[in-house]
């Protein structure tokens, strides 16, 4: 009985340890991360794009696309969205398939990191150019981590 009380301390403390570690650290990671994006989506709310579809009279894209014509100031205010949106998809995407535990715990409380790091990478592809593209991924991001619109 001695011998049980002198080693219950060191498993609570052992289990305590896995579950900050491997649970409690990489959540709060992941919430650090949602809020990280947040912020830069609603700094980069309103850069501008270097291009914009041209739509036909139906109102469908034709595939072309005309200049916007950007200062170089908002050019690289762009190219500063783009690579910051990339580098927050790539650590979303390192959370998504390095933190098994932490991921199932996030996508119980309906998160969704991997469908949110496609989204980051996908709008920073398209950040330069207004249209369906654009809106489609911005969207795909709000609602993997669930993001109010800017």
């Known amino acids: 009985m001695s ?5 219950w301390p060191f498993v609570a403390g052992a289990a305590g340890w896995f579950v900050l570690e491997f649970v409690g650290r ?8 949602r ?11 309103n850069v501008r794009a270097r291009w914009k579809e041209v ?8 595939g072309e ?10 050019i690289q205010r762009l190219e500063e969205a783009q690579r910051l949106l990339r580098d927050l998809a790539s650590q ?6 390095n933190e098994w535990l932490a991921v199932r715990i996030v996508r119980w409380l309906h998160y969704d ?11 920073s592809n398209a950040l330069d150019t207004y249209g369906g593209n654009r809106a489609f991924q911005t969207k795909a991001v709000e609602g993997a981590l669930h993001i109010t619109p800017v």
């Open 3 to 7: 011998a049980m009380q002198l080693i």
């Open 26 to 33: 990489p959540v709060r990671q992941f919430f650090d991360l």
């Open 35 to 45: 809020g990280e994006v947040i912020r830069q989506m609603a700094v980069f709310a």
């Open 55 to 62: 739509r036909d009279s139906v109102g469908a894209t034709s």
């Open 65 to 74: 696309v005309e200049e916007m014509g950007l200062s170089d100031l908002e």
């Open 92 to 97: 979303m995407r390192a959370f998504a398939q």
């Open 113 to 123: 990191p991997l469908k949110a790091s496609g989204g980051l990478f996908g709008l």
